[in-house]
């Protein structure tokens, strides 16, 4: 199963496509948390993409596409992947198709989780990540347990810092210029479905898990 979130930040990419990865047993491949790992750790890479990312901008196709590429034919990925913030362009995208190509297997089903703008910049005021795993939180919709902790590790809940006011703004300007035309992109080839992602998580979650089986992908022994 090849799957891919599209969605403005903040619409819920990250935490649904995590769920579906558990779920069927697929590889989890989000940039933006390789990125912030990299960074993390102060690697040449992470010192490279830092400055980037705080400002909400977008890592160079060709830096992002060699991350990307490792991780597509992985042995984990082996039963399949969740791409959750790639491709984010139109020549990301004609990449993908060619990375792909090679394999002989398109993608499956490309999910748009949308969400108005106000609500995005609502929600990336309330949303924490865990500082040890990267699990996200939401204040309002979806919070911690224990207030400021993390549920699954115990770890610190952060704001991260491209959640900023102004970050948050310059992302969505990124978005709607160069990541909202990947919505009609992949239109052309029949393969969109859009879900409302205002509602919770569990009611988002079981939206795209009825997409899923309506397209025919879920496997005999998850049913
Ligand atoms: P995300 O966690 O997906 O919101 O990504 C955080 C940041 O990582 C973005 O604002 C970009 O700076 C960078 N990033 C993530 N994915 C990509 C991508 N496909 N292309 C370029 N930059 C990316």
């Given at each position: 199963m090849?799957?891919?979130?599209?969605?403005?930040?903040?619409?819920?990419?990250?935490?649904?496509?995590?769920?579906?990865?558990?779920?069927?047993?697929?590889?989890?491949?989000?940039?933006?948390?390789?990125?912030?790992?990299?960074?993390?750790?102060g690697?040449?890479?992470?010192?490279?993409?830092?400055?980037?990312?705080?400002?909400?901008?977008?890592?160079?196709?060709?830096?992002?596409l060699?991350?990307?590429?490792?991780?597509?034919?992985?042995?984990?990925?082996?039963?399949?992947?969740?791409?959750?913030?790639?491709?984010?362009?139109?020549?990301?995208?004609?990449?993908?198709?060619?990375?792909?190509?090679?394999?002989?297997?398109?993608?499956?089903?490309?999910?748009?989780?949308?969400?108005?703008?106000?609500?995005?910049?609502?929600?990336a005021?309330?949303?924490?990540?865990?500082?040890?795993?990267?699990?996200?939180?939401?204040?309002?919709?979806?919070?911690?347990k224990?207030?400021?902790?993390?549920?699954?590790?115990?770890?610190?809940?952060?704001?991260?810092?491209?959640?900023?006011?102004?970050?948050?703004?310059?992302?969505?300007?990124?978005?709607?210029?160069?990541?909202?035309?990947?919505?009609?992109?992949?239109?052309?080839?029949?393969?969109?479905?859009?879900?409302?992602?205002?509602?919770?998580?569990?009611?988002?979650?079981?939206?795209?898990?009825?997409?899923?089986?309506?397209?025919?992908?879920?496997?005999?022994?998850?049913?």
């Open positions: 090849k799957i891919l979130f599209l969605g403005p930040p903040g619409a819920g990419k990250g935490t649904q496509s995590k769920l579906i990865a558990e779920k069927f047993g697929l590889c989890h491949i989000a940039p933006g948390d390789m990125f912030r790992q990299e960074v993390k750790a690697t040449e890479l992470g010192k490279l993409v830092e400055g980037i990312m705080a400002r909400g901008e977008l890592v160079p196709d060709d830096i992002t060699k991350v990307i590429e490792k991780r597509l034919f992985a042995e984990e990925a082996r039963k399949g992947f969740v791409l959750d913030g790639f491709p984010r362009n139109i020549a990301q995208a004609r990449a993908l198709d060619a990375l792909l190509e090679k394999s002989g297997e398109g993608l499956d089903l490309v999910i748009n989780l949308v969400v108005p703008e106000d609500e995005l910049l609502e929600r005021r309330t949303r924490r990540v865990c500082s040890v795993c990267g699990k996200p939180y939401n204040l309002r919709l979806d919070p911690p224990t207030p400021g902790k993390c549920d699954v590790c115990g770890g610190d809940l952060i704001t991260r810092k491209d959640d900023r006011e102004e970050t948050v703004k310059e992302r969505l300007r990124v978005y709607n210029e160069s990541t909202r035309p990947l919505v009609q992109y992949y239109a052309e080839k029949g393969i969109v479905v859009s879900i409302d992602g205002r509602e919770d998580v569990g009611t988002v979650f079981s939206h795209i898990l009825e997409e899923i089986t309506r397209k025919g992908l879920v496997p005999e022994e998850a049913v």
